[in-house]
């Protein structure tokens, strides 16, 4: 998509094809010393040499080429590009070459980079790790490099620790020197060709799990000391996940080996480095028995994603930053597939319906934006990690799985990895190889999903399918919202299983299916559904009988016809209903959320018949599910269970659900999905005390998720005083990786979130300095939630738009674009009441 010469890219005249990196790291000064020496081929005989380099003190370059050696006899750095160019007294010669350079650094606090990690241990004893994170462009602050994805090449590194530490990169260890000093020198294989911001190493005190044989791989979890007995899921999920890729790409693992290991600072919830992947804790290390399904998902998830990324990232790389998306849709996509094949009675395709639903979200805003777009520098890079790429980008590509059919969209991936091998594609590579495979025109169907922002509103009426974009709004401004799609619209009869497949464009489409027919059949249409007048009236009766995801679709397209002003909230209500009594947790996730708008559009003396009807809803749920669990319930009830008791006790406000919360609290009692649900319960009652023993108990905690559920837990008090004093603890004690998170979970509180917005707001350059850059987007958390006053809500609207994120204002406008629309909403929301 490269329109210009790009000023942050570097030229081909010399392009890598082997490091040789040495590094000793310091942990107590917080620095290290390094050397890297880099072969090259010289294309372009110049006196000169560009490379990345990024807060490094470097010494002079030598290049020996031709039997010479260069040295070089200055450098000249360039902030603004990142790079350092070294001048040399005459041309350097065409042909094969080594560079060798010496550089010291900082291990640094923000997460990116090379940078140092600490945790403290059972028994209380204080541990320093360094390690790296490379995504998107920060291998240029750990050695000077070529710091793009098109310059592949392999990766032998060699590190100076202490002699008591572990030590771990992406290949297997070759050989470790005892220097007599206290310190030993571990050096590693070679790695595959391959990108500069997969490389990986982490020093510190870990343990691992004894390897496990996987189709010939050796796999291990890595941990902090004394956390073994958490590594059980992560292990049994590699494996599955590890099999399930080499299986269905028809391609052996691409590395040496497989470790998995959890860092106790880290601002992603995984990365995908070659051979060491590393994750949040949170992420891979979880207690089976006490953790919530929801918790035991996501480690499986992201074990299953940053594994599909071996083959779809590693194996094959984006030539450059405007297909990230790919690389991270495509494993979003196959986290799922894998999921939903390691535990099929999780039904991860229809909570997939979850993240659908948020993505859409954002894509209804016409501060939305396409899928891919041009990048130009790294700070544009930062703009593209969010739910477009994620979770629309995976949506659309399961929308065109099951277009195309799975055996043959599969077939098509195959055939792309495998021409594409440890080289460098665009977007359109996949299409082709997608064409090939299934004679379908994948390009120009997919071009309509990925170049353009927003998606289509698609209307059954009078046996015909037609489409328009759908928005939540008038535009204020320019819109990113497209005008026309190719969608793969699938239907069916609900008295056939038969699917009709049809392909809708600007032209209206016929549909033959007998009456009653259900529009997006299946579920994995990536568009928002509307029923005609008689459509909707042949197929209101039967809601009962739509598959799973269909029911959890048409729940979440008409909140958001609600949200958008299509629809009144009784109309919405009346869908509700129609739920039954199955153990779905999806579909009552979007009504809990609705429920939520509309609880906070209400005054007070507009909330009775509103908090009347939400009990006559969720009072027959809570009936059939009880407190406790159920002989033989689906492992998905626990979750419908939370969903209620937290409505019941939140919203309606029930006084026996909320003395049954407080006792389950005292005791300690909390377990599985019903943990969050009582914390939450809890916290809205804002008795005295309650804000301390959740922080006491953040301090002690027992596993990463049990940690998380009392942090994320502090931004349900809705006491000024306990958020405020929160707030002040992300600047002071909580970890980097969550102080921006926990911020715009207090914000979003009814009555303390515009204090706590005010409060770091009022610190904001020292916020933009201390948190991870990735993470500061998360301060935005709140803002949709700030519908009730219009001057705060302007307020909010100026401050943003005066104090920019950069790469990451985009998320920020979004953000604030919601706020607008969810301002609309509570407007019409009281004139109903």
Not at 397 to 419: C, H
């Amino acid at each position: 998509m490269k329109t210009s010469p790009n000023p942050y890219r570097l030229s081909r005249d010399v392009v890598p094809s082997a490091y040789r990196i040495f590094l000793t790291p310091d942990l107590e000064a917080a620095t290290f010393t390094g050397r890297v020496e880099i072969d090259v081929d010289i294309n372009e005989s110049k006196p000169e040499l560009t490379m990345h380099a990024k807060e490094l003190v470097l010494g002079a370059a030598t290049v020996t080429g031709a039997g010479t050696s260069y040295r070089s006899s200055e450098a000249n750095f360039d902030a603004t590009y990142e790079t350092v160019t070294f001048q040399f007294d005459s041309a350097l010669p065409i042909g094969p070459a080594t560079l060798e350079i010496a550089f010291t650094g900082i291990l640094n606090d923000q997460l990116v980079g090379f940078y140092r990690s600490t945790f403290v241990d059972d028994h209380g004893v204080a541990h320093t790790i360094a390690t790296t994170q490379m995504e998107h462009s920060d291998a240029r602050q750990v050695f000077p490099c070529w710091d793009e994805p098109s310059f592949k090449a392999t990766f032998q590194i060699n590190l100076t620790v202490p002699s008591e530490l572990a030590a771990y990169s992406n290949s297997p260890v070759v050989s470790e020197t005892d220097l007599g000093n206290g310190q030993r020198t571990v050096s590693y294989f070679p790695t595959m060709k391959m990108s500069t911001y997969l490389v990986a190493f982490v020093v510190g005190d870990f343990e691992e799990t004894p390897a496990v044989d996987v189709l010939g791989t050796p796999l291990r979890v890595i941990y902090p000391v004394g956390k073994g007995h958490l590594a059980d899921l992560a292990m049994e999920a590699g494996a599955f996940a590890l099999q399930f890729f080499s299986e269905y790409f028809a391609i052996a693992y691409p590395g040496d080996k497989l470790d998995m290991i959890a860092i106790p600072d880290f601002a992603f919830g995984a990365m995908e480095n070659l051979g060491l992947i590393t994750y949040r804790e949170s992420a891979l290390l979880v207690d089976a028995e006490t953790a919530s399904l929801a918790e035991k998902q996501r480690v499986a998830t992201v074990v299953a994603h940053e594994i599909a990324h071996m083959w779809f990232g590693d194996l094959v790389t984006m030539e450059w930053w405007e297909g990230i998306w790919l690389n991270e849709a495509f494993a979003t996509f196959m986290e799922v597939l894998c999921t939903n094949a390691f535990r099929p009675q999780w039904k991860m395709w229809v909570s997939f319906g979850v993240d659908r639903d948020a993505a859409l979200q954002i894509d209804g805003l016409h501060s939305t934006r396409p899928i891919e777009y041009e990048v130009i520098s790294p700070d544009d890079t930062r703009g593209m990690f969010d739910v477009l790429t994620y979770e629309k980008g995976g949506s659309v590509l399961r929308m065109l799985e099951q277009y195309l059919g799975e055996s043959v969209f599969r077939d098509g991936i195959s055939t792309y990895l495998v021409k594409h091998s440890y080289a460098n594609t665009v977007t359109t590579d996949l299409w082709d190889a997608l064409e090939a495979t299934s004679g379908q025109p994948v390009r120009s169907l997919m071009n309509t999903w990925i170049l353009q922002g927003g998606h289509p509103l698609v209307t059954l009426e009078d046996g015909v399918v037609r489409q328009e974009p759908f928005a939540y709004g008038p535009a204020r401004g320019e819109s990113a919202i497209g005008s026309s799609w190719l969608i793969p619209v699938l239907t069916r009869s609900l008295h056939s299983e038969k699917v009709s497949r049809h392909l809708l464009g600007d032209d209206p489409v016929a549909v033959s299916d007998d009456a009653p027919v259900v529009l997006n059949a299946g579920g994995s249409g990536v568009f928002r559904s509307r029923y005609g007048a008689n459509e909707l009236t042949q197929i209101a009766g039967h809601i009962q009988e739509l598959e799973e995801l269909e029911r959890a679709t048409l729940v979440a397209d008409s909140w958001a016809s609600l949200f958008s002003g299509r629809v009144t909230w009784s109309a919405f209500y009346a869908i509700a209903t129609g739920l039954g009594g199955q153990d779905e947790p999806t579909p009552w996730t979007s009504v809990a959320t609705a429920v939520d708008f509309v609880n906070r559009s209400l005054g007070d003396d507009q909330r009775a018949p509103f908090v009347a009807q939400v009990r006559a809803l969720f009072w027959p749920q809570f009936e059939r599910l009880g407190w406790n669990a159920r002989q033989g319930e689906s492992e998905l009830a626990p979750q419908l269970r939370a969903i209620v008791i937290s409505t019941l006790g939140t919203v309606v406000r029930d006084e026996s659900v909320r003395s049954e919360a407080v006792a389950r609290f005292e005791s300690d009692v909390m377990d599985g999905d019903l943990a969050r649900a009582i914390l939450r319960v809890v916290a809205s009652q804002d008795r005295p005390g309650d804000y301390e023993t959740f922080l006491e108990r953040y301090r002690r905690a027992h596993n990463p998720q049990e940690e998380q559920r009392y942090l994320w837990g502090l931004g349900d008090f809705n006491d000024d005083r306990c958020a405020l004093d929160a707030a002040e603890k992300c600047f002071s004690e909580f970890r980097n990786q969550d102080a921006a998170i926990v911020l715009g979970l207090l914000s979003r509180s009814p009555d303390a979130g515009p204090k706590v917005w005010k409060y770091f707001t009022s610190r904001w350059d020292e916020a933009i300095e201390k948190f991870p850059p990735s993470s500061l987007s998360r301060l935005a958390l709140g803002v949709p939630l700030f519908i009730g006053d219009e001057a705060f809500a302007t307020t909010v609207d100026a401050f943003h738009a005066n104090h920019s994120l950069g790469g990451e204002q985009r998320t920020i406008d979004q953000q604030l674009e919601r706020m607008r629309v969810g301002l609309t909403f509570a407007a019409a929301m009281r004139q109903q009441f």
